[in-house]
């Protein structure tokens, strides 16, 4: 099954899948992302307002998942690809996530590349396209 998230699952996290909807934390100041009941940072605060990240980024760290390496979901992917690379960008608000990396530069992926969030489809599954954000280099 691998990482199955179900219709429910998924139309729930479509604010922060779509909108890059992000949540600051009303104790330290510091934004959550993926929203969380209590804050990661300080482990009190419990109340937020939500804020729209703007998508830009540095790549802080990758990776690149070949050889059968790829979840199930991705298992097409990576059949027609071969590899494709997955970057872990350091949002500039702060929060780090992990997404796949769109049209890589040809001399390769570097460490505190810039790059800019966009809105692309994941996967498919159970017949529901799911679409979330990638990353590609700027
Ligand atoms: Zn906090």
Redesign the pocket.
């Known amino acids: 099954m691998g990482a199955h998230i179900s219709i429910p699952m998924y139309q729930r996290a479509v604010p922060q899948r779509y909108r890059l909807a992000g949540q600051r934390?009303?104790?330290?100041?510091?934004v959550?992302f993926p929203p969380k009941a209590?804050?990661?940072?300080?482990?009190?605060?419990s109340e937020f307002e939500e804020v729209t990240l703007s998508g830009r980024g540095i790549v802080y760290s990758y990776t690149i998942i070949a050889g059968g390496g790829a979840p199930p979901e991705f298992s097409d992917q990576a059949h027609c690809q071969g590899s494709y690379p997955v970057v872990l960008v350091e949002l500039e608000e702060g929060p780090r996530v992990i997404a796949q990396l769109v049209d890589p530069p040809a001399e390769g992926i570097s460490i505190g590349m810039p790059v800019q969030a966009v809105f692309r489809k994941i996967y498919e599954e159970e017949g529901v396209i799911r679409y979330g954000f990638k990353f590609r280099p700027v």
């Open positions: 934390c009303l104790n330290c100041g510091r959550n209590t804050c990661k940072y300080c482990f009190t605060g």
